[in-house]
């Protein structure tokens, strides 16, 4: 044989054997990219089944190369590409539902905040009011959402508003023009002289005229409930005059949009 060709053939096969220590290049890329999806805690929470399953392709794609198979590397190496792929898509949805969720926590905690801030308002102007009506005349309830109009409203034994109750009507029916989600029980108590009967009918009458003074001054019916409880649930003693006084009134129930009401328990009548 030539010692030419000789020589050739020998340092092809030099040639051949340094460069088959060389990893391809996309087999190269495609292990860096799985090795740095590995050590991402949203690959392994997020894209665990397709990130195990480009470290598979990766693993047999290195196979392939170190035992000549160029053709089978190929394969293996573009199955890594897809599921890292599919691993990148699986984090950017988790990104984006994360997003999501953080907006929603953001917009939920700015509504409660706004509501807290309206209910506040509302508690306020509610404290002022009651300040009002009792400059007026009107003994307030210790209840929070109560107002308490007293009989300075109405002439003895009558249902009839008096004049002068005008300006408290006005009062009430402003605070409700402002605050048009709460929704009222107007409720008429008298104190213990007549029959139960009557009194009960007085009552309602009393809550009656009440209920169309505020429909006059703006606020719709379907708003308002009317209740009439008679001489029951007394605030003073119906043994002087003083008290029974006290216990002629009309008490107004303000309650939320969603709010129930609970009609009172019957107390007996002092």
């Known amino acids: 044989m030539n010692k030419s060709l000789i020589s050739l053939g020998l340092a092809t096969v ?10 391809p290049k996309p087999l190269a ?3 860096h990219q799985y090795q740095v999806m590995s050590s991402n805690d949203m690959a392994n929470r997020h894209a665990a089944a397709p990130l195990r399953a480009a470290g598979k392709s990766v693993s047999e794609a290195k196979s392939a190369w170190k035992e000549g198979d160029e ?4 394969h293996q190496v573009y199955l890594a590409e897809r599921m890292l792929g599919a691993v990148k898509h699986e984090i950017d949805i988790a990104n984006m539902e994360s997003q999501f969720k953080n ?3 953001i917009r939920a905690s700015l509504v409660l905040q706004s509501k807290n801030s309206e209910l506040a308002q509302k508690n306020q102007e509610l404290n002022e009011l009651k300040k009002e009506l009792e400059k007026m005349g009107s ?3 210790s209840k929070d959402n109560v107002l308490t109009l007293g009989d300075v ?3 003895f034994d009558d249902h009839k508003l008096q004049p002068g109750a005008k300006p408290t009507v006005r009062k009430v029916a402003d605070f409700l023009t ?3 989600n709460t929704r009222v029980v107007i409720e008429g108590y008298t104190d213990s002289l007549g029959s139960e009967e009557y009194n009960v009918g007085l009552s309602i009458k009393r809550a009656q005229s009440i209920q169309k003074a505020l429909v006059n001054a703006g606020i719709t ?7 009439g409880y008679g001489e029951s649930n007394p605030v003073a003693s119906n043994k002087s005059a003083a008290g029974r006084q006290h216990n002629r009134r009309v008490e107004v129930v303000l309650l939320s949009e969603n709010e129930t009401y609970e009609s009172p328990t019957v107390a007996r009548v002092n």
């Open 14 to 23: 030099v040639v051949s054997g340094c460069a088959s220590t060389d990893i």
């Open 103 to 105: 907006a929603d926590m």
């Open 178 to 180: 402002t605050h048009d």
């Open 221 to 227: 019916s379907e708003r308002i409930t009317v209740k």
């Open 153 to 155: 409203l109405f002439a």
């Open 139 to 141: 003994k307030q309830n």
């Open 71 to 74: 053709t089978s590397m190929t």
């Open 29 to 31: 890329e495609v292990e």
